[in-house]
């Protein structure tokens, strides 16, 4: 079973907070992602990393940012939250075993009031 | 047009039916084609993949591919409760990491 985890599962916070979600991986993948899942809407990639010090920006436009310091962690920052950042946020990785099959963590679930 | 297209749903049916899901994609590019099954409150799970035109089959699962008329089908059989999830297609190249999704669509096995 692959383990990759997400903290927290569900966060609701204000206008204007700073939040930082968390996501690691400990099956030493290079490459990881996040992506934004609304109802009834594809997922979208917001960043992804093809290893340390190394990001880049989706084909969704976000306000958020990511850093690739360790291999097994890829967190994800929004510095002024705002109730359009309210989804869901899904952290996937993939190794080097396939690359069709991506491992999705449980998901954060965020709502901005 | 979005690249990978896919009926949201909902799509119920009496347990033990073969269900048929559906997509559509636009990009020729397009070498792998994968279905990922979500839970609620979970992440999507890969369930198969195939490369390029032709059948693959593992257990109750079916995937098919028709590159020619750019269509992707997963059949189930003899469906159970356990299968009702939303069910993803997506696609990518075979240069390419990324995955492109279709919107899921949400299956409901009535016992």
């Known amino acids: 079973e692959a383990d990759i985890y997400q903290t927290p599962r569900y966060l609701v916070i204000g206008t204007g907070k700073k939040i930082t979600l968390e996501c690691s991986q400990t099956?030493?993948?290079?490459?990881m992602y996040w992506y934004q899942q609304d109802p009834g809407m594809e997922l979208h990639l917001i960043h992804y990393?093809?290893?340390?010090?190394?990001?880049e920006k989706g084909d969704l436009s976000s306000e958020s940012t990511v850093s690739r310091i360790r291999t097994e962690h890829f967190p994800l920052t929004l510095e002024s939250a705002r109730p359009s950042h309210t989804s869901q946020y899904l952290c996937?990785?993939?190794?080097?075993?396939?690359?069709?099959?991506?491992?999705f963590g449980p998901g954060t679930r965020l709502t901005v009031l | 047009q979005k690249e990978v297209e896919q009926d949201p749903g909902p799509l119920s049916v009496p347990e033990g039916a073969i269900v048929s899901l559906n997509c559509t994609y636009s990009n020729s590019a397009f070498q792998y084609f994968m279905w990922y099954r979500q839970y609620s409150r979970k992440g999507p799970e890969l369930l198969m993949y195939?490369?390029s035109s032709g059948n693959k089959e593992d257990g109750r699962f079916t995937a098919q591919v028709d590159k020619s008329s750019k269509y992707i089908s997963l059949f189930i059989r003899d469906s159970q409760p356990s299968d009702s999830a939303t069910y993803l297609c997506?696609?990518?190249?075979?240069?390419?990491?990324?995955?492109?999704w279709g919107a899921g669509t949400k299956l409901i096995i009535k016992p």
């Open positions: 997506a696609s990518r190249r075979g240069s390419n990491y990324q995955l492109i």
């Open positions: 996937a990785s993939i190794g080097l075993a396939g690359y069709n099959e991506q491992f």
């Open positions: 195939t490369y």
């Open positions: 990393s093809y290893g340390v010090n190394s990001t």
């Open positions: 099956m030493g993948h290079d490459k």
